[in-house]
């Protein structure tokens, strides 16, 4: 009964082992990819389709709520509707920099410039395209393949502010 014992506890702790070796070697490999989790960004006047373009997808129109019962909606007498347009609002920059989008042949970049440094915020190829994406501390580089023919995405900021270069080859 005691070798059972200690086979089993053995065997419990190389398996224990043999998992958390797996899963920090893993993790390892992952973080910093381009699979990091997506994030929120803020949908702003500039992204907005005008007359010439046609919509990416169509939109959709929810009710209205409904007011509620107990507090009755008063219309202020003192407001009048004004004449002159609302102005458009310009594109704000986020937390970490401005979002700026790069359409290429091969597919869409799309990163957060910040006065210091970048980060990837998307990157999506075209249809019969594939990518690759390379991440270190002073550039990000994302290149599009389809078949010959390549499209890089070359983002810099080792020596100034983020820089943006896309070449065809």
């Not at 999506?124 to 393949?145: D, L, Y």
Request: glycine residues 8%; positive net charge.
């Amino acid at each position: 009964m005691g070798k059972g014992l200690v086979h089993v506890l053995a065997w419990s702790l190389a398996t224990g082992a043999a998992v958390t070796l797996s899963w920090w070697g893993v993790h390892t490999v992952m973080a910093g990819t381009a699979y990091d989790p997506p994030r929120a960004l803020p949908i702003t006047a500039a992204d907005a389709t005008t007359q010439d373009s046609k919509p990416l997808a169509s939109s959709t129109k929810r009710p209205s709520p409904t007011p509620s019962k107990s507090k009755p909606v008063k219309p202020s007498p003192t407001r009048t509707p004004s004449a002159k347009p609302t102005p458009t609002p310009t594109p704000t920059p986020t937390a970490s920099g401005q979002i700026k989008g790069y359409d290429t042949d091969g597919g869409r970049a799309v990163f957060s410039l910040g006065a210091a440094d970048a980060t990837l915020v998307s990157a999506t190829p075209g249809a019969g395209w594939s990518m690759q994406v390379w991440k270190t501390e002073s550039w990000i580089r994302v290149e599009f393949t389809s078949g010959a023919d390549r499209v890089s995405v070359f983002c810099t900021w080792h020596d100034g502010p983020p820089h943006v270069e896309i070449g065809n080859y």
